[in-house]
């Protein structure tokens, strides 16, 4: 009886072995409130990629009635949903668990692939991450931000940065869970996969031209855009060294637009000599693109006038106005910006208005000649 015993108890021992050798499905979780996703627990991926297990949350979970739903979408910073990424802009993967009955509780798990090529695409930032969430990077090398405990809330705003230019279109691959929360997986159901494709879409304003040229009562400026995406508005920037730029005027864009829109912009009382611009596009988040450097020399002659008092106190005091009355006057500070400008009227200009500094006056004739001063105040 004894060696059938043996015999018994050797076999169950080959059988174990043999079982061993077998594919494993994930171990169920152990306590609702302490339990990590897949990905955290045993090193798995379980979206329904093909990169991931051949299994999904379904394997552990399910018996349940919640008969989730999801719903992936790719939002920007206004809150709408989007088809196509902008390079290096910042996004957020908003994950919905509908359940068409009961009240269930939620877990999730997603990752992002190039989609050409499957290759890992970490640009989850992690500190912004918020608190039921984790960035775990498996043994393979990839990435999942997946629940750290079950979720009362069936919504999960996951923050997500979008690549550099020239990636192209990236997959994000999704999968949620209902549960019951009482640490078992027997009433538990899990969504259907999904995959969520972006492409990569173009910068957001194509200028097609950007050129300026001096007339007579100032330097012109043109600029030309083939599109427009949330485009706000255009701060034209003014250098008269080509390092330093200061703002002297604003354009507003035209939005979202995929047709042709001309610009311009004239700068007056500018002073002889080479003068720089460039464009700083602006979008509706605050994003700032520059144009590239666009230089004029102005060869307009110009002419010292005395300024008197120097330093100024609230006027200045024209002599000789006779000749410069209806004429247009320019008052620009040591950074090349107008701060004051007006048609001159009478014998003197009240500056009482400017606060301390140094200060440049361009009176700009009829007949194209430019009087230049310099001032304190």
């Not at 910073?77 to 802009?89: D, S």
């Not at 996969?193 to 009562?217: A, Q, R």
Request: with cysteine; charged share 10%.
């Amino acid at each position: 009886m004894k060696k059938y015993i043996l015999a018994a108890i050797f076999l169950f021992g080959i059988f174990l072995l043999a079982s061993s050798f077998k594919e494993k499905k994930p171990t169920p979780y152990h306590h609702a409130y302490r339990s990590a996703g897949a990905a955290a627990s045993f090193g798995w991926g379980l979206t329904g990629a093909s990169f991931d297990q051949p299994f999904t949350c379904s394997a552990c979970h399910g018996g349940g009635s919640f008969a989730p739903t999801l719903t992936v979408e790719l939002l920007n910073v206004f809150n709408n949903p989007v088809t196509f990424y902008i390079p290096g802009a910042s996004y957020t993967l908003q994950i919905s668990i509908i359940p068409t009955s009961g009240s269930p509780s939620f877990g999730f798990q997603t990752t992002c692939a190039q989609t050409s090529s499957n290759n890992n695409l970490n640009n989850w930032v992690t500190a912004s991450l918020p608190f039921y969430a984790a960035n775990v990077q498996i043994a393979s090398g990839r990435n999942y931000v997946e629940h750290i405990a079950t979720l009362g809330n069936n919504v999960m705003n996951i923050p997500w940065t979008a690549p550099a230019t020239g990636y192209g279109s990236v997959s994000f691959y999704s999968i949620g869970n209902a549960v019951d929360g009482t640490g078992g997986t027997g009433d538990d159901v899990a969504t259907s996969p999904s995959v969520l494709t972006i492409t990569e879409g173009v910068l957001p304003v194509t200028l097609t031209s950007f050129k300026g040229e001096e007339t007579k009562n100032g330097n012109q400026l043109f600029w030309e855009t083939a599109q427009e995406i949330n485009n706000d508005f255009f701060l034209v920037e003014h250098s008269s060294n080509g390092r330093d730029f200061t703002a002297i005027g604003k354009v507003i864009g035209n939005g979202n637009s995929n047709a042709t829109h001309s610009y311009s912009f004239k700068h007056e009382g500018i002073s002889s000599g080479k003068n720089y611009y460039r464009l700083a596009q602006t979008d509706y988040d605050g994003r700032v693109k520059y144009s590239q450097i666009v230089t004029i020399e102005n060869k307009t002659s110009s002419f010292f006038i005395n300024i008197s008092p120097n330093p100024v106190v609230d006027k200045i005091i024209l002599k000789g106005t006779a000749g410069l009355i209806g004429n247009k006057y320019f008052i620009v500070n040591n950074l090349g910006a107008i701060v004051l400008s007006g048609i001159i009227q009478a014998d003197n200009i009240n500056v009482q208005q400017l606060p301390k500094g140094a200060y440049f006056l361009r009176i700009l004739q009829k007949n194209n000649v430019i009087l230049t001063g310099q001032f304190v105040k």
